[in-house]
Nanobody, 116 residues
Framework: QVQFVESGGGLVQPGGSLRLSCAHS????????MGWYRQAPGRQRELVAT???????HYTDSVKGRFTISRDNTKNMMYRQMNSLKAEDTAVYYC??????????WGQGTQVTVSS
């Protein structure tokens, strides 16, 4: 069964940093493009970054230059380093395939709150 487990969120002041981790169940996931998504209160879930199995990355404009996505296929892990955090980055962050695999359940996500 495919699983995604996100961790690393927390409360951070504006301008601070956090590193999120995503543990997945491996297998075919290790050869597919994965993504970090986020859902802010009252908003739809959005894709903010993707990474191919070879390490090519893409970022939405709102996080470009501040967030860095990486993965370690040997450990079935994906990471996201978030720097220069802003209040508008407050959201629950999820990992999944990109494009989304509708037959794979979402993980519980990890809450990131940026506030002074």
């Amino acid at each position: 069964q495919v699983q995604f487990v996100e961790s690393g969120g927390g409360l951070v002041q504006p301008g601070g940093s956090l590193r999120l981790s995503c543990a997945h169940s491996g297998g075919i996931l290790s050869i597919l493009t994965m993504g970090w998504y986020r859902q802010a209160p009252g908003r739809q879930r959005e894709l903010v970054a993707t990474i191919t199995t070879g390490g090519s990355t893409h970022y939405t404009d709102s996080v470009k230059g501040r967030f860095t996505i990486s993965r370690d296929n040997t450990k079935n892990m994906m990471y996201r380093q978030m720097n220069s955090l802003k209040a508008e980055d407050t959201a629950v962050y999820y990992c999944q395939l990109s494009p989304i695999a509708s037959n794979y359940e979402w993980g519980q996500g990890t809450q990131v709150t940026v506030s002074s």
